[in-house]
């Protein structure tokens, strides 16, 4: 967790202590279509890790206030990103409930991002992140070597 919070507060983040929320709202927002300059405030998440049952779990939460989505017009009507929404099961508007697909959707990006904190803290807690980032050529190393 102090990477989150130190991290966090050195890069003068403002809406939230986060690993890297701002990576997976991108990656999944370009993939269903949505407004890419909505990641900034859909980004703000904070990242909690404590302790449970007398030390034996861990829980892990996302609290992301403002994750702004959309199932009907604009981008969701591109021919891959409608796929995805259709994938997602939240393509198009819901008839019985107006919103419910848009809200669905914004708990699928929430447990996205709750997945790629986890995974991103594990690695770093294994000591794993610089040696996969090594390994898959951040270095000086050439490409065509690794492959």
Do not use: W
């Amino acid at each position: 967790m102090l990477k989150n919070l130190t991290g966090s507060a050195l890069a003068g983040a403002m809406g939230g202590f986060n690993a890297h929320a701002s990576n997976i709202v991108s990656a999944v927002f370009i993939a269903t279509g949505q407004d890419p300059a909505q990641n900034i405030e859909s980004s703000h998440c904070i990242t909690m890790m404590e302790a449970s049952n007398n030390g034996k779990d861990l829980h892990v939460s996302v609290t992301m206030p403002c994750i702004e989505v959309g199932t009907v017009g604009g981008g969701t009507q591109l021919a891959s990103q409608a796929a995805c929404l259709n994938m997602l099961g939240v393509k198009g508007a819901n008839k019985e409930s107006p919103g419910a697909n848009a809200q669905t959707l914004a708990r699928i990006v929430g447990g996205a991002v709750l997945a790629g904190e986890l995974s991103l803290m594990s690695a770093l807690a294994a000591g794993q992140l610089v040696n996969s980032h090594m390994k898959y050529n951040r270095s000086n190393k050439d490409a065509k070597a690794t492959a």
